[in-house]
């Protein structure tokens, strides 16, 4: 390296270890100051009034608290306006220690992107990165400086409603999402003004609920733990997380909120994780209710010695501490480290120096919503569609076609565009900066294509009396367009559904529009993988549209026109029946593995069902096709400290640009302890003109070949290995093999 940068690098950090150091010498200096009671303060954050995302505790004194110095943060407050007045009272307390606001800000704040579930289908990691960005950009320009996400929850279980949260089943793509949303949230550094925290959430393994029932209990092996469950939320700690958020759920007995293995030993302790946890909402609180703590004093005695740093609108901290400082059951030494690890935040993010710094009316105008950034939301809305089925070509439409007829509950909507967790803006009109379905078709379409409309049934319920209507119209176009699924309220928080077909009678409204004869299309706008096993059969085009925001009409009306190649690939199986569930591609071999989808006898399968996903992990179809070949492997043995180069050639065979996600799978023949059957390790996202081609290269090293063993250490083991290079889990291309010899 040359002379010059290491004196540079040496310069570099000793100027920030020095700053670190002042803001270090500062948290001390301002900690001395500090009553127990105000340290405590810090540890307790309230909700604002204006939207509730759990259930709300009746107090009316927050205001007269945070005058008091007796609250450190607040969520839900919305806008430079209120995170103004409320930061006014703060700097009324006696050490005018500033506020930190918090929010939800899960995949855009007023510009709302696709579901994060539907980001992971663009596998486009740069895509991903500055959703979050735009969504920082805003969140810090309306005054928030914290935002509860990224969610890196595995999800495996399409009943639970939080699945549209996350990335989806695969660890490995779930820890490269986890990172990039990270960096989209904080930006180059923390306190610069475009920047907010980002919140790790939910530790740990809240995705794993038993049933797929919200909240509800967790018992898994430590081997899960570490080689499913963990891995994106270390991915996230290394992007740099400022704060994680814990979860509501048991782990093998313990509620994560009072888990010192989880907090202690393994976030804090061998991760050295220097930033702050803030409980999930109320579920310090909550550990009664789990039959883990007699009483509320009892809960915050677990959560604080657990690692719990900030309790969310439970109050067990703001109630109970001093007491159990006094009686000598919790060590001041705690508290104390809970609250340097928050102040620390907030000397970082520069509330010290101006507490008004995020609150400027004047940026929050220019910032929300704007081109930019709705041209950034139509981009990654694009990205995240996936194609699931284009018999005889359906798609893309002819811009000639006369007439099309727009049919289904979700064709007009606006709200139900934008998911679960979209932003609660107050005097919000969707229908003036969200675009519909039918808007974004209507944009698209010029003045000699008509379009007509029906609604034909609701999304839920079982009133058909609009199908007579929906038939008609049908009748009268070249093509039927069908927008069907669920309502932004059926997938989320709290919203396990038991049976995930497509509610109501959606499905009898696909067999109505096909038994008119016309051609078919059909959207599938959903949170979660539904099941839709007789519109899959039937219906020769099929895209699945998630939630896709702001700009979910003008997405859905370029790739239904040809003006956008879909690229989409799916991050979660989907099953055909519920009985099936949990289902995932990554699962073990058994020791009577079935030979094919539809094997009985003595093989692990169900007599009553294929033994396959619908769609698979990884899928998703293109307006073109790819050809891969001639895979090469630099080397069929290596040892661990060395590597292969894996390299095949894509070319588009097809007529049309379009964007493959070629997928890299291992498969380790056997270890100390059992391996799935395979395991996504590398992919990328390539994009190829017609006729173009491309020598694609991957590098397996011995990290690809890690896992937790017998002892639970990571290593690779010397042995057999395949290599599959997959257009899904299921679609494999080329496949070769390897030894790893010590
Ligand atoms: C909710 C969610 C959590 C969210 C928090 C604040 O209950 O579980 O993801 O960040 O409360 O709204």
Same mark, same amino acid.
């Given at each position: 390296?040359?002379?010059?940068?290491?004196?540079?690098?040496?310069?570099?950090?000793?100027?920030?270890?020095?700053?670190?150091?002042?803001?270090?010498?500062?948290?001390?200096?301002?900690?001395?100051?500090? =009553?127990?009671?105000?340290?405590?303060?810090?540890?307790?954050?309230? =909700?604002?009034?204006?939207?509730?995302?759990?259930?709300?505790?009746?107090?009316?004194?927050?205001?007269?608290?945070?005058?008091?110095?007796?609250?450190?943060?607040?969520?839900?407050?919305?806008?430079?306006?209120?995170?103004?007045?409320?930061?006014?009272? #703060?700097?009324?307390?006696?050490?005018?220690?500033?506020?930190?606001?918090?929010?939800?800000?899960?995949?855009?704040?007023?510009?709302?992107?696709?579901?994060?579930?539907?980001?992971?289908?663009?596998? $486009?990691?740069?895509?991903?990165?500055?959703?979050?960005?735009?969504?920082?950009?805003?969140?810090?320009?309306?005054?928030?400086?914290?935002?509860?996400?990224?969610?890196?929850?595995?999800?495996?279980?399409?009943?639970?409603?939080?699945?549209?949260?996350?990335?989806?089943?695969?660890?490995?793509?779930?820890?490269?999402?986890?990172?990039?949303?990270?960096?989209?949230?904080?930006?180059?550094?923390?306190?610069?003004?475009?920047?907010?925290?980002?919140?790790?959430?939910?530790?740990?393994?809240?995705?794993?609920?038993v049933g797929g029932r919200d909240y509800n209990s967790v018992d898994m092996s430590e081997r899960m733990l570490w080689e499913t469950y963990l891995p994106p939320f270390k991915a996230a700690l290394d992007a740099g997380a400022a704060t994680f958020m814990n979860s509501f759920n048991d782990l093998n007995g313990i509620p994560a909120t009072g888990n010192a293995h989880l907090q202690r030993d393994i976030l804090k302790g061998k991760w050295h994780f220097q930033g702050f946890?803030?409980? $999930?909402?109320?579920?310090?609180?909550?550990?009664?209710?789990?039959?883990?703590?007699?009483?509320?004093?009892?809960?915050?005695?677990?959560?604080? =010695?657990?690692?719990?740093?900030?309790?969310?609108?439970?109050?067990?901290?703001?109630?109970?501490?001093?007491?159990?400082?006094?009686?000598?059951? %919790?060590?001041?030494?705690?508290?104390? $480290?809970?609250?340097?690890?928050?102040?620390?935040?907030?000397?970082?993010?520069?509330?010290?120096?101006?507490?008004?710094?995020?609150?400027?009316?004047?940026?929050?105008?220019?910032?929300?919503?704007?081109?930019?950034?709705?041209?950034?939301?139509?981009?990654?809305?694009?990205?995240?569609?996936?194609?699931?089925?284009?018999?005889?070509? =359906?798609?893309?439409?002819?811009?000639?076609?006369?007439?099309?007829?727009?049919?289904?509950?979700?064709?007009?909507?606006?709200?139900?565009?934008?998911?679960?967790?979209? %932003?609660?803006?107050?005097?919000?009109?969707?229908?003036?900066?969200?675009?519909?379905?039918?808007?974004?078709?209507?944009?698209?379409?010029?003045?000699?294509?008509?379009?007509?409309?029906?609604?034909?049934?609701?999304?839920?319920?079982?009133?058909?009396?609009?199908?007579?209507?929906?038939?008609?119209?049908?009748?009268?176009?070249?093509?039927?367009?069908?927008?069907?699924?669920?309502?932004?309220?059926?997938?989320?928080?709290?919203?396990?559904?038991?049976?995930?077909?497509?509610?109501?009678?959606?499905?009898?409204?696909?067999?109505?529009?096909?038994?008119?004869?016309?051609?078919?299309?059909?959207?599938?706008?959903?949170?979660?993988?539904?099941?839709?096993?007789?519109? #899959?059969?039937?219906?020769?085009?099929?895209?699945?549209?998630?939630?896709?925001?702001?700009?979910a009409g003008n997405a859905i009306a370029d790739v239904l026109f040809g003006d956008y190649n879909p690229s989409g690939k799916l991050p979660m199986t989907f099953p055909r029946e519920v009985g099936q569930i949990p289902i995932y591609y990554n699962h073990f071999s058994t020791g009577r593995p079935a030979p094919d989808e539809n094997a009985k006898g003595y093989v692990s399968s169900y007599i009553d069902l294929k033994n396959s996903p619908k769609f698979p992990f990884g899928y998703g179809l293109s307006y073109t096709k790819f050809d891969y070949s001639g895979l090469k492997l630099s080397s069929t043995k290596i040892k661990s400290n060395e590597n292969i180069k894996v390299s095949f050639?894509?070319?588009?065979?097809?007529?049309?640009?379009?964007?493959?996600?070629?997928?890299?799978?291992?498969?380790?023949?056997?270890?100390?302890?059992?391996?799935?059957?395979?395991?996504?390790?590398?992919?990328?996202?390539?994009?190829?003109?017609?006729?173009?081609?491309?020598?694609?290269?991957?590098?397996?090293?011995?990290?690809?070949?890690?896992?937790?063993?017998?002892?639970?250490?990571?290593?690779?083991?010397?042995?057999?290995?395949?290599?599959?290079?997959?257009?899904?889990?299921? $679609?494999?291309?080329?496949?070769?093999?390897?030894?790893?010899?010590?």
């Amino acid at each position: 390296m040359k002379k010059t940068t290491a004196l540079t690098l040496l310069m570099i950090s000793l100027f920030a270890s020095a700053q670190q150091e002042t803001i270090d010498q500062k948290v001390n200096s301002l900690l001395k100051k500090m =009553t127990i009671e105000e340290k405590i303060g810090q540890l307790n954050q309230y =909700t604002g009034d204006n939207s509730a995302t759990g259930p709300i505790t009746i107090n009316p004194n927050k205001q007269t608290e945070i005058k008091a110095g007796l609250v450190g943060s607040m969520l839900n407050i919305i806008g430079t306006k209120y995170t103004r007045q409320y930061q006014e009272l #703060a700097m009324q307390s006696r050490l005018k220690i500033p506020l930190l606001f918090g929010q939800d800000v899960i995949h855009g704040y007023k510009t709302t992107f696709p579901i994060p579930l539907a980001e992971a289908a663009s596998w $486009d990691l740069t895509a991903i990165e500055l959703a979050a960005r735009v969504a920082a950009r805003e969140a810090s320009a309306s005054g928030i400086h914290w935002t509860f996400a990224p969610m890196v929850d595995i999800g495996r279980d399409p009943r639970w409603g939080r699945v549209m949260e996350g990335a989806g089943e695969d660890t490995y793509l779930g820890s490269k999402i986890a990172s990039a949303r990270v960096k989209g949230f904080q930006g180059n550094k923390l306190g610069d003004l475009n920047s907010v925290m980002a919140c790790v959430k939910h530790f740990a393994a809240y995705g794993a609920a038993v049933g797929g029932r919200d909240y509800n209990s967790v018992d898994m092996s430590e081997r899960m733990l570490w080689e499913t469950y963990l891995p994106p939320f270390k991915a996230a700690l290394d992007a740099g997380a400022a704060t994680f958020m814990n979860s509501f759920n048991d782990l093998n007995g313990i509620p994560a909120t009072g888990n010192a293995h989880l907090q202690r030993d393994i976030l804090k302790g061998k991760w050295h994780f220097q930033g702050f946890v803030v409980s $999930d909402w109320g579920s310090i609180g909550e550990m009664v209710a789990h039959g883990y703590s007699k009483d509320l004093k009892a809960a915050a005695f677990s959560a604080i =010695t657990a690692g719990s740093d900030m309790d969310m609108e439970s109050n067990a901290y703001r109630y109970n501490l001093a007491e159990l400082v006094k009686e000598g059951k %919790v060590s001041v030494d705690l508290i104390d $480290d809970a609250v340097k690890r928050i102040l620390r935040k907030k000397f970082e993010l520069g509330l010290f120096d101006d507490p008004y710094r995020y609150s400027d009316g004047k940026r929050e105008e220019k910032e929300l919503n704007n081109i930019e950034n709705r041209k950034s939301a139509l981009e990654v809305a694009k990205k995240s569609i996936v194609l699931l089925k284009n018999e005889n070509e =359906t798609l893309p439409l002819s811009k000639n076609l006369k007439t099309i007829a727009f049919i289904g509950p979700m064709v007009k909507e606006y709200k139900a565009n934008m998911g679960f967790w979209a %932003v609660d803006l107050p005097e919000i009109n969707y229908d003036k900066w969200v675009v519909s379905q039918w808007d974004g078709l209507q944009n698209k379409v010029g003045k000699n294509t008509k379009l007509l409309y029906a609604k034909g049934c609701e999304v839920d319920g079982d009133n058909k009396e609009g199908f007579a209507e929906a038939v008609a119209t049908a009748n009268k176009a070249d093509i039927v367009i069908l927008s069907i699924g669920e309502r932004h309220n059926m997938s989320g928080e709290a919203k396990s559904r038991s049976d995930i077909h497509l509610p109501g009678v959606q499905e009898d409204l696909v067999k109505a529009m096909l038994a008119t004869g016309k051609p078919v299309v059909v959207l599938v706008n959903a949170g979660r993988p539904l099941i839709f096993n007789w519109t #899959a059969d039937n219906v020769p085009a099929i895209l699945y549209t998630w939630w896709l925001g702001t700009e979910a009409g003008n997405a859905i009306a370029d790739v239904l026109f040809g003006d956008y190649n879909p690229s989409g690939k799916l991050p979660m199986t989907f099953p055909r029946e519920v009985g099936q569930i949990p289902i995932y591609y990554n699962h073990f071999s058994t020791g009577r593995p079935a030979p094919d989808e539809n094997a009985k006898g003595y093989v692990s399968s169900y007599i009553d069902l294929k033994n396959s996903p619908k769609f698979p992990f990884g899928y998703g179809l293109s307006y073109t096709k790819f050809d891969y070949s001639g895979l090469k492997l630099s080397s069929t043995k290596i040892k661990s400290n060395e590597n292969i180069k894996v390299s095949f050639q894509l070319l588009n065979v097809g007529k049309v640009t379009g964007e493959e996600v070629v997928q890299l799978y291992i498969k380790d023949k056997f270890g100390s302890v059992v391996r799935p059957v395979l395991e996504l390790r590398d992919f990328q996202k390539v994009k190829l003109n017609a006729g173009e081609s491309k020598t694609i290269e991957f590098t397996i090293d011995k990290e690809k070949l890690s896992f937790y063993n017998d002892k639970l250490e990571w290593n690779a083991e010397p042995g057999d290995f395949e290599v599959m290079i997959g257009a899904s889990s299921t $679609d494999i291309k080329l496949k070769s093999n390897f030894e790893l010899v010590d």
